[in-house]
T-cell receptor, first 113, second 115 residues
Framework: DAKTTQPPSMDCAEGRAANLPCNHSTISGNEYVYWYRQIHSQGPQYIIHGLKNNETNEMASLIITEDRKSSTLILPHATLRDTAVYYCIVRVREAGTASKLTFGTGTRLQVTL | DSGVTQTPKHLITATGQRVTLRCSPRSGDLSVYWYQQSLDQGLQFLIQYYNGEERAKGNILERFSAQQFPDLHSELNLSSLELGDSALYFC??????????????FGEGSRLTVL
């Protein structure tokens, strides 16, 4: 799986958009970008994933650059409950078999009043 | 609610003892993963099962073992416990009926304290 680089921490004011960057310059053509988050001591939570097109769901938007070497997770209106560690993971999405999902150190997002 | 159930939520035991952590995956999910997260540490992948068979192994100690049963629930057995085994242990499942493995759904974890 391709390696990812994320800033260790970020702050965001409540109500503003939180833009979390991730670099994955060695990404392969069949690797997807996944985002998870972990609120303190809770189980990690899947947020969103994408291959090359921008994706949006009820939680967030994922913007992937045209060369796919970086991406940005956008929380459009951050709330205090979005304070968490956010993990960007790049891996192949395969059916029938499985391989380990490796979490790095992520970005600790602190949402403040 | 992810649909993944882990028991017990909290467990306190002594060094040298053995414990079993249980995980019930989401309905229909075939893959179960186990992760360990020590205090202020990242998530460490331990082991993964797919439809009853071991599929991937991470940094799992020899004192630890796991299995997945025919009903797809999984158990993680930790023996000869040491103080350093104190951690949160998470189970995750994925796969559903299509078997895609990217979107993992995690349980709330079992917090193990070894005294």
């Amino acid at each position: 799986d391709a390696k990812t680089t994320q800033p260790p921490s970020m702050d965001c004011a409540e109500g503003r958009a939180a833009n979390l960057p991730c670099n994955h310059s060695t990404i392969s053509g069949n690797e997807y970008v996944y985002w998870y988050r972990q609120i303190h001591s809770q189980g990690p939570q899947y947020i969103i994933h994408g291959l090359k097109n921008n994706e949006t769901n009820e939680m967030a938007s994922l913007i992937i650059t045209e060369d796919r070497k970086s991406s940005t997770l956008i929380l459009p209106h951050a709330t205090l409950r979005d304070t968490a560690v956010y993990y960007c993971i790049v891996r192949v999405r395969e059916a029938g078999t499985a391989s380990k999902l490796t979490f790095g150190t992520g970005t600790r997002l602190q949402v403040t009043l | 609610d992810s649909g993944v159930t882990q028991t017990p939520k909290h467990l306190i035991t002594a060094t040298g003892q053995r414990v079993t952590l249980r995980c019930s995956p989401r309905s229909g999910d075939l893959s179960v993963y186990w992760y360990q997260q020590s205090l202020d540490q990242g998530l460490q992948f331990l082991i993964q099962y797919y439809n009853g068979e071991e599929r991937a192994k991470g940094n799992i100690l020899e004192r630890f073992s796991a299995q997945q049963f025919p009903d797809l629930h999984s158990e993680l057995n930790l023996s000869s416990l040491e103080l350093g085994d104190s951690a949160l242990y998470f189970c995750a499942s994925t796969g559903g009926d299509r078997g895609y493995t990217g979107e993992l759904f995690f349980g709330e974890g079992s917090r193990l304290t070894v005294l």
